[in-house]
């Protein structure tokens, strides 16, 4: 199970971090945690994504500006949003799998509910 939280409205400019906190997922030899986003009207987009050796992707247009780290220990993902734009406007998915990471947000076994981010 993954619970994502700390969706908010912000004004642009401004920042925030999400967290993603997996439970009952066990953390085998090779995986991935992703975060996606979907905007009304838009395509579902992957956005970063994390390998088990700690080594980060990002869509071009929040390189930068995102960054994501990892709690082990609390088996919990931390995505850092800073210069937040309006056309960062979106529902934040957060999602795993047992294998290295994809874009495809379908081939991911673990996804969660989504939180909400709005910029204004």
């Known amino acids: 199970q993954l619970v994502e939280s700390g969706g908010a409205s912000v004004q642009a400019g401004g920042s925030l971090r999400l967290s993603c906190k997996a439970s009952g997922f066990y953390q085998r030899r090779r995986y991935c945690m992703a975060w996606f986003r979907q905007a009304p009207g838009n395509e579902r987009e992957a956005v970063a994504s994390m390998e088990t050796d700690g080594v980060t992707s990002y869509k071009d247009s929040v390189k930068g500006r995102f960054s994501i780290s990892k709690d082990t220990y609390k088996n919990t993902l931390y995505p850092q949003m800073n210069s937040l734009k309006p056309e960062d406007t979106a529902m934040y998915y957060c999602?795993?799998?047992?294998?290295?990471?994809?874009?495809?947000?379908?081939?991911?076994?673990?996804r969660g509910q989504g939180t909400q981010v709005t910029v204004s």
């Open positions: 999602t795993a799998r047992d294998r290295r990471c994809s874009d495809d947000y379908w081939s991911y076994k673990y």
